[in-house]
C-alpha cells in the first residue's frame, strides 16, 4: 500500500457512468490538500483531504510537492497506428482545398493503406509508439485505437496487432477497435467489400481475439447507413461492442443509427442535426465524441457541443489522433479547443476527457476519475488551478503521470 501526499488539489469528476448536461459541470469535485491511497494492484483504496485520510503511515509514501492532480485522460477515439505522413494534405488545406476534394485525387485515407499494406505488425508498432509515447506524457492513460489503414483481413489484423504491442511498449492501456469499413480499398466494388468486411474480415477479428469494438465511417462519400447497420449489426451478434463515425462531412443521420444500434458512442458530429441531439439527449448509453482537433485541422465549424450539452447530451472530447485529419495526441489540446471552439467550461472538458471519454468506450465503471476502487490513472501538474490548463495553450505543465498507481512518465 502507497500513498501519494501533498496534493495541492484534486480536482476530479464524480461517477461510475457519464454525466449529462449540466452535471458535466456540476458533478466535479475539488479536494485542496489532498493525497491519495492505493494498494499493490492499482486500485484507489481512498483519495480525498490529509486531513480526513492521510493521518497514519504507509509502507510507501511519496511527495507529489503541491502539484495539482488530475484523472489521467481516457483518449477515447484515435487512430495512432499507422505508416507514412501526409502533410502535403495539411498544405492543400490551408490552401483551401477540402478533405473531401483530397481524397478524390487520391489522398486521404487510401493514401495511408499504400503505406501500411507492406508493413509486418512490429514494423507499424515501432513507427507508431512514438505518438502513444507522447500521449502518456502528455495525460493520457488510457486510449482507444482503431485499426481502418490496412481495409484487408491481413492488414486490419497487423494494425490491431500493433496497437495491442505499442500498449506493451509504451505502458498505455490500449482497447482496440476494427475499423475495416473505414474506405473502400481502390480497385474493389463497394457492395463487394461490405460483404467481405463480414464474411472474412470480422471472423478473422473475432477469432484472435484482435479487437473489443467495431466502428464504421457512415458519412456521405463513404458507408451508407445501410451497409453502417450491416455490418455493426453482424458485428454485435460476433461479440464487439459498436461505435459510429456519425455525421461528420454532411448530416446523414448517423448520430441516431448510432442510437438505435446501442452503440457506445456517435463520433464527430460537426454536422449533427437537432433531431440527432435529441436522439443522444435520450440515449442511455451513446455518448457524443467530439474531435476538436479535427475540426480545426479540416477547418470545419465546430461540433455544436453547446447546445448538445444544454439539451442532455454527455459530451466527451478526444483526439481523433491520425496522419490526415488529425495529426496530434495531445489531449491537452484537445481541451484547449473545447474551451475555446466549442465554448465548454474547464470542467465540462474534464468531465468529457476523462469520465465521458470512459463511458464511450465502456470503463465508466473503473476509468476516468479519481474515486475509490477505480484504478489510480492521474497526473501531476504545475498548475495553480484547471482552468490554467486549456489556457496554457499547446503547452503541457504536467510533472509526472501514473498509471495503474505506478509513475510511467515524468519524475517527482
Ligand atoms: O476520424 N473520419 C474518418 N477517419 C479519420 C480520418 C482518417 C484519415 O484521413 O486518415 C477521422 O478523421
Ligand atoms: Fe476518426
Known amino acids: ?14 461517477g461510475k457512468s457519464a454525466l449529462r448536461g449540466t452535471a458535466m459541470r456540476r458533478n466535479v469535485m475539488t479536494v485542496r490538500n489532498a493525497c491519495m491511497i492505493v494498494d499493490d494492484r492499482g486500485t484507489i483504496i481512498d483519495a480525498g483531504s490529509e486531513k480526513e485520510i492521510g493521518g497514519r503511515t504507509f509502507e510507501e509514501e511519496i511527495d ?11 483518449d477515447s477515439h484515435t487512430h495512432a497506428v499507422f505508416m507514412g505522413e501526409r502533410s502535403s494534405e495539411f498544405c492543400m488545406r490551408a490552401e483551401g482545398k477540402s478533405y473531401q476534394e483530397i481524397a478524390a485525387m487520391g489522398g486521404g485515407i487510401r493514401s495511408s493503406v499504400e503505406h501500411v499494406r507492406n508493413s509486418s505488425a512490429t514494423e507499424i508498432a515501432d513507427y507508431s509508439q512514438k505518438f502513444v509515447r507522447n500521449a502518456l506524457s502528455l495525460g493520457t492513460t488510457t486510449m482507444e485505437i482503431k485499426s481502418g489503414y490496412g481495409l484487408s483481413a491481413e492488414s486490419e489484423i497487423a494494425l490491431l496487432e500493433a496497437a495491442k504491442r505499442v500498449g506493451e511498449l509504451t505502458g498505455m492501456e490500449v482497447l482496440r477497435t476494427w475499423l475495416g469499413a473505414h474506405a473502400v480499398p481502390a480497385g474493389k466494388k463497394q457492395s463487394l467489400y461490405v460483404q467481405e468486411l463480414v464474411s472474412e474480415q470480422l471472423p478473422e477479428v473475432i477469432g484472435r481475439h484482435a479487437a473489443e469494438f467495431c466502428d464504421v465511417f457512415c458519412d456521405e462519400g463513404y458507408f ?20 459510429l463515425h456519425a455525421d461528420e462531412l454532411a448530416d446523414t443521420s448517423g448520430a441516431a443509427l448510432a442510437v438505435k444500434l446501442g452503440s457506445y458512442s456517435a463520433d464527430h458530429l460537426l454536422k449533427i442535426s437537432d433531431a440527432g441531439i435529441l436522439a443522444l439527449a435520450g440515449s442511455d448509453r451513446t455518448v457524443a465524441t467530439l474531435l476538436p482537433i479535427t ?57 468529457a476527457a476523462t469520465l465521458n471519454g470512459a463511458a464511450a468506450v465502456d470503463r465508466a465503471s ?20 484547471l482552468s490554467y490548463l486549456p ?4 503547452v503541457s505543465d504536467i510533472a509526472a503521470v501514473v498509471k495503474n498507481g505506478r509513475i510511467v512518465s ?3
Open 1 to 14: 500500500m502507497k500513498i501519494y501526499r501533498n496534493i495541492s488539489a484534486l480536482i476530479t469528476p464524480i
Open 224 to 243: 451508407t447507413n445501410d451497409e453502417a447497420e450491416e455490418i455493426c449489426v453482424a458485428a454485435r451478434a460476433a461479440g464487439l461492442k459498436i461505435k
Open 295 to 351: 475540426a480545426l485541422c479540416i477547418r470545419s465549424a465546430y461540433a455544436p457541443a453547446r447546445k448538445m450539452i444544454e439539451s442532455g447530451c454527455a459530451v466527451a472530447v478526444a483526439t481523433d489522433c491520425n496522419p490526415g485529419s488529425s495529426m496530434s495526441e495531445n489531449m491537452q489540446l484537445a481541451i484547449s479547443l473545447a474551451v475555446i471552439g466549442m465554448g465548454m467550461s474547464p470542467e465540462e472538458a474534464l468531465s
Open 410 to 412: 515524468g519524475i517527482l
Open 64 to 74: 507529489c510537492k503541491g502539484l495539482l492532480a488530475l484523472p489521467g485522460f481516457v
Open 391 to 394: 489556457y496554457h495553450i499547446g
Open 366 to 385: 473503473t476509468h476516468g476519475s479519481i474515486e475509490k476502487g477505480k484504478r489510480a490513472d492521474f497526473a501531476l501538474y504545475d498548475i495553480p488551478s
